[in-house]
């Protein structure tokens, strides 16, 4: 079994910065995949960021040159560093990671269980 704790989230002013943290641990023999989705009352869950084990990093368009995604791999811990951020940015912020559990390069994907992030004045 695999869990991820995310951490970091809460209430910020318009923009302010926020960095969140998310650790997996368990029976891990590699990670590929690390990332944050969030989920805004109402709306459906939408990708934000993602960062591959090799460096390659991937953002959804409306956080691009605000939030910055990186991961500490011998840690297999991740990081969304938040800035600049908007009322519409809030939403219930879940990690996620594809796990290899066996060695055997078979990878299944884990979620956190999610952080609120609110930006209001």
């Known amino acids: 079994q695999v869990q991820l704790v995310e951490s970091g989230g809460g209430l910020v002013q318009p923009g302010g910065s926020l960095r969140l943290s998310c650790a997996a641990s368990?029976?891990?023999?590699?990670?590929?995949?690390m990332g944050w989705y969030r989920q805004a009352p109402g709306k459906q869950r939408e990708l934000v960021a993602i960062?591959?084990?090799?460096?390659?990093?991937n953002y959804e368009d409306s956080v691009k040159g605000r939030f910055t995604i990186s991961r500490d791999n011998a840690k297999n811990t991740v990081y969304l560093q938040m800035n600049s951020l908007k009322p519409e940015d809030t939403a219930v912020y879940y990690c996620?990671?594809?796990?290899?559990?066996?060695?055997?390069?078979?990878?299944?994907?884990?979620w956190g269980q999610g952080t609120q992030v609110t930006v209001s004045s």
């Open positions: 960062g591959t084990s090799r460096g390659s990093t």
């Open positions: 368990g029976r891990i023999f590699s990670i590929n995949v």
């Open positions: 996620t990671a594809d796990v290899d559990g066996s060695g055997r390069d078979y990878y299944t994907a884990y």
